[in-house]
Nanobody
Framework: EVQLVESGGGSVQPGGSLRLSCAAS????????MTWARQAPGKGREWVST????????IYADSVKGRFTISRDNAKNTLYLQMNSLKPEDTAVYYC?????????WGQGTQVTVSS
């Protein structure tokens, strides 16, 4: 059974930083690209970033480029999102996800709130 468990969310002031983690199990983590997405209150889910299976290539939404960094540790089956220079508009529930050959899977999400 595929399981994705996000952690590391919280409340932070504008300009602050947070590091999200996503613990993966139930599939061969090291062979799949992984994705972070977010959903703000009253809005649809927004793609944030994707990293290839080996971690050698990453892509970001324009809204987070230069501020967020996606990474992974295949030995620990863990995905990360380092978020710097946070803005109030980054407030959302953040999800990690994977597309296997069978389906898309998402975790339960972790809340990030950026407010003064």
């Amino acid at each position: 059974e595929v399981q994705l468990v996000e952690s590391g969310g919280g409340s932070v002031q504008p300009g602050g930083s947070l590091r999200l983690s996503c613990a993966a199990s139930g599939f061969t983590f090291s062979i799949y690209a992984m994705t972070w997405a977010r959903q703000a209150p009253g809005k649809g889910r927004e793609w944030v970033s994707t990293i290839t299976s080996g971690g050698g290539s990453t892509i970001y939404a324009d809204s987070v480029k230069g501020r967020f960094t996606i990474s992974r540790d295949n030995a620990k089956n863990t995905l990360y999102l380092q978020m710097n220079s946070l803005k109030p508009e980054d407030t959302a529930v953040y999800y990690c996800g994977v597309r296997t050959g069978k389906a898309d899977y998402w975790g339960q999400g972790t809340q990030v709130t950026v407010s003064s």
